[in-house]
């Protein structure tokens, strides 16, 4: 297999100061990529890009907000100032705020939802313009397990990485034509974000030897080959989302029953639905649709039409039943 490597390539990476950040930065940097390590802390960026120029490659610090649209396009026009173009851009900055639901505040949302959804927005927009035009891209967004399989005490926090795998989907058909690919990375590290919010310990049924195990797999640095992959010109897919957790890789999506389909669509009750609820919910020959349409056309097969004709809205159904048990 050829070496994947960023020569010439300049790459964005929001959050770059500490953490997940600052393991992807290291890693670009060694593939040979000019790396924007951005963060709003300045002396947390300077570090990195400190740390990587000493060991041989470019780095420069960019200092700006992602929360705001003018911070967004700040962090574009840096990486295009130091570099003069770009190829990728890594969404990893996020904060989290734990708080029961009804105590959440309304700065609490806000001030999540600034960064992790708006944050995503207003970097990745300025910066779809540059790679639009120039017919190549990637882009990687940021989701959390906490997102797409949740967990309690971070309603704001994973709303906020929900709707990643949203925005990585739409985006990665306008991204097609153009050779830019979008892809979602639900990484787990220790990490400042995760002190003190840590799940599934000792007193929920684990070991302590297992607990110690998975600590140990829990460096920053286990989930950069993931994610430099989906930032790199090997990268062949789009549209997708990725769990990197304790050293395993795997894909993560949202899959669709076979469901009951009524026969008289006029005559529909609510206990029609409560009495067909086993089927509504039976995973067994479940579909992965490739977008919105794909739903349809599923439906439009389970009514006995022929929908071989609808290349563009296809449901992916390579798979067996037993591949459900973890999503």
């Known amino acids: 297999m050829d070496q994947i490597d960023f ?100 700065d609490e949302i806000d001030s999540v939802i600034d960064v992790n959804v708006r944050g995503a927005f207003h970097v990745t927009q300025p910066a779809w313009r540059v790679l639009k035009r120039q017919g190549y891209g ?39 034509p153009h050779d830019i690919k979008v892809n979602v990375v639900l990484p787990r590290a220790a990490t400042a974000i995760t002190v003190g919010n840590e799940v599934a310990g000792p007193a929920e049924g684990r070991t302590a030897e297992v607990s110690a195990a998975l600590a140990a797999r829990r460096a920053p640095e286990l989930s950069a080959p993931l994610v430099c992959w989906l930032a790199s010109r090997a990268c062949s897919v789009s549209g997708e989302a990725y769990s990197s957790a304790y050293g395993r890789y795997a894909r993560v999506f949202v899959g669709l029953t076979p469901g009951w389909l009524a026969d008289d669509p006029a005559a529909i009750s609510v206990e029609d639905v409560s009495r067909e609820l086993d089927a509504i919910r039976d995973v067994t020959g479940y579909v992965i649709p490739q977008g919105n349409a794909a739903e349809v056309d599923h439906i439009v097969g389970m009514l006995g039409f022929d929908t071989t004709h609808l290349p563009l809205a296809r449901c992916d159904e390579s798979h067996s039943p037993q591949g459900t048990s973890g999503v």
Not at 144 to 150: E, P, Q
């Open 7 to 106: 020569d010439g390539q300049v790459v964005i990476v929001t959050g770059g100061g500490a953490g997940l950040g600052r393991a992807y930065c290291r890693e670009l940097a060694r593939r040979g990529a000019s790396v924007l390590v951005n963060d709003i802390d300045g002396l947390s960026a300077d570090a990195v890009v400190r740390e990587i120029v000493s060991a041989g490659g470019r780095a420069a610090a960019s200092v700006a907000s992602v929360g705001t649209p003018a911070g967004g396009a700040r962090v574009v026009e840096d990486a295009l100032d130091a570099y003069g173009r770009l190829d990728a851009v890594i969404n990893n900055a996020g904060i989290l705020r734990s708080s029961p639901f009804e105590e959440l505040t309304r």
């Open 138 to 176: 990637r882009v990687v967004l940021t989701s959390s397990a906490a997102g797409l399989f949740s967990r309690p005490g971070s309603v704001s926090y994973s709303a906020s990485k929900a709707a990643m795998y949203g925005m990585a989907r739409a985006l990665s058909f306008e991204g097609a």
